[in-house]
């Protein structure tokens, strides 16, 4: 698949008014409103364009899998630091489309933090250009941060261009015993202190943490911080940023962006908190409204991350918006999208 038949594909859509459902590998079907529209797969649109390991960023096709984006930087010893997951294939474009970020993301940032430009392809069919390939070139209305999370409601990302980092020299991860409560505040006390962490995960009772950086610097950490070291933990990690861990199991999972400093929340269910005690998971059946009132009450959102087919239609994935900003998402997808049709519903039901 090529550009111009991204085009062509999108221009017949907008003059017929027919509704598209933009998909790489459909890693992420579960993530968001209902699925709707005709399938425009865009697999096929794939390979690394540029990249230079020097200049720290890599550009390619937006079917591009993450795995082969992650192998090509490893061999420069080099990588995606906010860690995206992969879901069994995940292409490029679905990862800034999503806009989900793995373990890492308390260290080094969110997607929308890597994002130098984007080529995308409007809802009339139109290619624009936003950003650059460093970040002294970003100018105006940074477009390209705005598509990272927009679930492909504002165009087709046809190609991206992200900052890329060094690997760490030398990584550990301790275990602690503790409850939730003593978790947090002990995160919140590290977070204060020049520590290398780049990674925590709570789960019953334990807690681990990720220390990344220079030799010297890792190992001053681990003297100072005590605790056991985990065995293996590389591949334990994997399974915290791919949420093949326990702790992700089950049919509705609810996924909590708080202040670090809540404290413990009053409903049931929690399975694990992560970035510093930022990032919360639960997956009880708690009623939606509860749950968001409570995620609200504590300063923060709570998103209906996985969850049946009848919730996700009854109550939408995401917080509902206060008038004035859902009138601005209204206006960006008018602006982006005139007819409606890139992914409708999957963001919003209101467009």
Known sequence: ?????????VRTAHDTRTSLRLRGHGSKDFYGGLLSGEVLDLAGHRGIVAYEPTELYLTARCGTSLAEIEAELAANGQMLAFEPPRFSGATLGGCLAAGLSGPRRMQAGAVRDFVLGVKLVDGSGQVLNFGGQVMKNVAGYDVSRLIAGSLGTLGVIAEATLKVLPQPVAETTLEFACDEAEAIRRLNTWGGQPLPVSASFWHEQRLWL???????????ACRRLGGNVAVDAGKWWVSVREQSHPAYAGQSLWRLALPS?????????????????????????????????AAAAAGGHAVLYRAPESLRCLEGAFAPLP?????????????????????PGRLYAEF
């Open 210 to 220: 990720r220390l990344s950086g220079a030799a010297a610097a890792v190992d001053a």
């Open 323 to 343: 008038p004035p900003l859902l009138a601005l998402h209204r206006r960006l997808k008018k602006a982006f999208d005139p007819q409606g049709i890139l992914n």
């Open 261 to 293: 400093t809540a404290a413990p929340l009053a409903v049931p269910g929690l399975r694990a908190s992560e970035w510093g005690g930022a990032l919360r998971w639960y997956g009880s059946e708690v009623e939606p409204a509860v749950m968001r009132a």
């Open 1 to 9: 698949m090529t550009l111009d038949d991204i085009v062509a594909a």
